[in-house]
């Protein structure tokens, strides 16, 4: 290729023109980023999903235990989970806990969070202490509960302490406290490391919103939730996700190491209606089925909580 050139005298002289520079290599990010997925949706598959599957093959088989024969049931064990009163005394429950406890774990985390990341004194031992809960075991959180719940424990001696003995109670083995208990110690258990989850989130908030808020004559109160709630709505409409999952799969180790599920049904949910069913009754495909319920309230609990908060993804 040539370009046309003038000269001092009004000609133009040809000259080449300089090489164009070689296209550069196109390259497709995803040729590189596939190969290397491909174990983590191996390992998906076969942990993931398979498992799910098999909850609803075993719903529909009759199976009395492990090394048991096993033979087809169909819906049989759907009849039988649906006209079982202990099912829906464990359904209420359920409802229940999710009710009470998730709306006060968020709230008064958001809260906590809000008030630790206006860096207050001594807001990073703060942080520790909010996430002490979090990294104390299942049965040690178990243990404190029945050492502060039980009849001689520390909430009846404060009780009588106080002059206040006739309302001292078995907390536990009540009927009418044993749920309100399990709802307690999953407050106490999430709250706090839901707390440091906002604090950290709120955090990137730029500084100028509040500041922009409260030059206004806006407060805490309303620069909390007016101001900084709508900036991070899409995450804690993450962490609420998180937080009934755990709550609703979750709570069957609580129920196992202090009540039992008891007394009687008043303490017993989904989660630990599986596990009782198929370890301890060695039923199977009853306990599978429950675990189909589960799965869908599961499911219906996340679309729900998208929709409240209008998530996008």
Known sequence: MTTLTSTPGGTASRRPAPPSPAPAARTSPRQGG??????????????????LLAI??????????????????????????????????????????????????????????????????????????????????TPAKAMVFYAALSPDGLVNGALESVGLGSLTDAWLASPSTALACLIALDVWSGIGFTAVLFAARLGSVPAELGEAAQLDGAGHWSTMWRVHFPVIRDYVGVVTMLQFLWTLFGSAQHVLLLTQGGPGTSSTTLSFLVYQKAFIAADLGYSQSVGVVLFLAGLAGLLAIRRVFRQNY
């Open 34 to 51: 596939t190969i290397l997925a491909v174990p983590a949706l191996v390992w998906y598959l076969v942990f993931m999903v398979g498992p």
């Open 56 to 137: 609803f093959v075993i719903a529909a088989l009759r199976w009395p235990g492990m090394l048991q024969p096993v033979s087809y049931a169909g819906p049989d064990n759907f009849r039988t989970v649906f006209g079982d009163p202990a099912f829906w005394d464990a359904v209420r429950n359920t409802a229940v806990q999710l009710a009470v406890a998730l709306p006060i774990m968020i709230v008064c985390a958001y809260m906590l969070g809000y008030y630790v990341a206006q860096r207050p004194p001594g807001h990073r031992v703060l942080r520790y202490l909010l996430f002490i809960p979090g990294l104390i075991s």
